[in-house]
């Protein structure tokens, strides 16, 4: 079978599975289609949050991302990851032994207050739809260049798919899909590291490949080796490139861990599994299996800018490999041979440089092809990055569905509906939430480009301090809450806005992107960090000055913080 | 109610120590110390790079089945 033949036979097995998971597991109650029923073990559930997790973004752009930063994409590896103990620690079995169907509906009860409820969605829907987009952006490229289908017909396509198993099987197909997704993601991942380690060193496992020598027979270190060649190009030495500066990493790392422990997507992922050991045991099993991929990822991104190098520079132009070419059609690789000698010259100088344009993502799509490896395995690595795009926006849209059935309609406008009704609204939220999804991805907005600020920047800036007060304070009260997370979500925002432009319009960035007005040198993205000290401590000042909480609320705060 | 306490306190002192070790793995060992441990080789790694890309993470998952592990004796213990 040709390439294309097997692309669309792996595509389409998957998509059959997928399909197949959700009409067997229809929802009929609330309890199902918010937390799967409460009753999925721990195991399963760490599999589901970790392909809930890794969006497109971790399996196609992070490898690239550190193929390119070096040291400096170390931000993402820790950040990413790290999340998940303060989540285990801080959030997780807490939530889980409260019990309840979101996270803002945790927020309404601990701060007896619609206010905070309405905050909490609000700051939720705006994280949440974000992150959203590049997950539909995500899913139209890979059907485009895998399966050279139309952009908006494999948009269409794949809100399809979601349609049919998160509208019918709510958190419980989502949940059971994930799973699956999981498998053919990490399968699609580890399979071209472990060949491409195998070439290149000697050792199978890509995580000690990287700390072995090359197997040319030089007895030299890999990451040696990259570091000679990329300084000799002049290119900053891998290994100990910083991003920006020490203290930019630093906030950059927390920002990223408290973000992730704060996104209401995956903490909504522990309120279903049975109980608070559950939660604990589950939070480790996610950990597993994201880092799977996230110490294979700089393995392969280390290996993927070696073999690059090799293979094209000083390398004659008619001499390029065959799939040069075929990115180059993509519009992802550019070159130019401008001093006219007939070869490649790929360095640092960007006047002498003939490698006019490699896009980062090109290190995980053509690593298959670069090191030559069979047409199965560039097939399996499409439907990998689609399970990777798909299962992040299920869990996303979920996330958007719920807040609007269960908190807005629910909670706030008609607690009176039953219970039958508010599943038929749920449905129909999640309806909602796939078509705006569907039509953001095919016009994505101005701000789409800032998805990973604004996402993480509101979750660590306001959701997570309000939830971790909540479990961790007896004295917190509502005006505390509200005004933290006001605070924090104002400072955040106006920090990205005011060097990106509102909403990310660039015309409207009233100082400009420019790093000498970067407060203490930190970049807008990284700012989350700062959002949530601010919070902490309005909130803190705040409830100092205002009414006690009530006597039952300080009851449920105990309750959390017992054992039984 | 002081029982609840005491298991609770308990709680709070296991992630005390977690969180330290979390944090001397990843903010210390990965970032603030990375060019003094980069003066150390482990195997072609550097060992400030090492942490910040792979080391960190590992000690992230053994962290979080500590923890999970030490609650479940304090669960035990308090019923």
Known sequence: MDLQALTFTFVGITFAIYIGIGLWSRTGSTKEFYVAGGGVPPVLNGMATAADWMSAASFISMAGLIAFLGYGGSVF??????????????????????????????????????????????????ASVTYVIGQMKGIGVAF??????????????????????????????????????????????????????????????????LGSTLADGSGTYLL??????????????????????????FVYT?????????????????????????????????????????????AVAAMARLNLIDTVHNTQVSELPGWVAKWETTGLLKYQDKNGDGKIQYVADKAKNEMTKVDRDIMVLANPEIAQLPNWI?????????????????????????????????????????????LFYGRVSMAGA?????????????????????????????LFPAIMMGIFSRTMNKEGAIAGMLAGITVTLLYVFQHKGIMFVASTSFMGGMPNNWFLGIEPNAFGAV????????????????AKVPANIAKMVDNMHSAK | MSKDNSYWEANLALIKKC???????????????????????????????????????YVFVALIFYYAKKMGEIDANSK
């Open chain 1, 77 to 126: 590896l820790m950040g990413w990851t790290g999340g998940y103990v303060l989540l285990a620690m801080l959030l997780a079995p807490y939530l889980r032994k409260h019990g309840c169907f979101t996270v803002s509906e945790f927020i309404s009860d601990r701060y007896y207050s619609k206010t905070a409820r309405v905050v909490a969605v609000i700051c939720l829907i705006i």
């Open chain 1, 144 to 209: 485009g260049r895998f399966l050279e289908v139309d952009y908006t017909d494999g948009l269409l396509i794949g809100m399809g798919i979601v349609f049919v198993y998160a509208v019918l099987g709510g958190m419980k197909g989502i949940t059971y899909t994930q799973v699956a997704q999981y498998v053919i993601m990490i399968i699609a991942y580890t399979i071209p590291a472990i060949f491409i380690s195998l070439q290149m060193t000697g050792n199978p496992i890509p995580q000690l490949g």
């Open chain 1, 224 to 249: 040696d080796k990259l570091d000679q060649v990329v300084t000799g190009l002049g290119f900053a030495e891998y290994t100990t490139q910083f991003r920006l500066n020490m203290t930019n990493t």
């Open chain 1, 254 to 298: 927390l920002s990223l861990m408290i973000g992730t422990a704060g996104l209401p997507h995956v903490i909504m992922r522990f309120f279903t599994v049975p109980d608070m050991k559950a939660a604990r045991e589950s939070a480790g099993w996610a950990l597993v299996f994201i880092a799977i991929l996230y110490t294979t990822a700089p």
């Open chain 1, 378 to 422: 560039i097939a399996l690595v499409a439907a990998g990055g689609l399970a990777a795009a798909l299962s992040t926006a299920a869990g996303l849209l979920l996330a958007i569905a719920s807040s609007v059935s269960h908190d807005l309609l629910k909670g706030v406008w008609h607690p009176e509906i039953s219970e039958s009704k508010e």
């Open chain 1, 434 to 462: 796939i078509a705006l999804a569907g039509y953001l991805g095919y016009n994505p907005p101005d701000f789409a480009a800032g998805t990973v600020a604004l996402a993480f920047g509101l979750a660590a800036s306001s």
């Open chain 1, 531 to 546: 959002g949530a000290v601010v919070n902490f401590a309005v909130a803190f000042l705040v409830a100092k000055s205002t």
């Open chain 2, 19 to 57: 969180l330290a070790i979390w944090f001397v793995v990843s903010y210390v060992f990965g970032i603030l110390l990375v060019e003094q441990l980069n003066a150390i080789s482990l195997g072609g790694y550097k060992l400030g790079f090492w942490f910040a890309q792979q080391g960190s993470i």
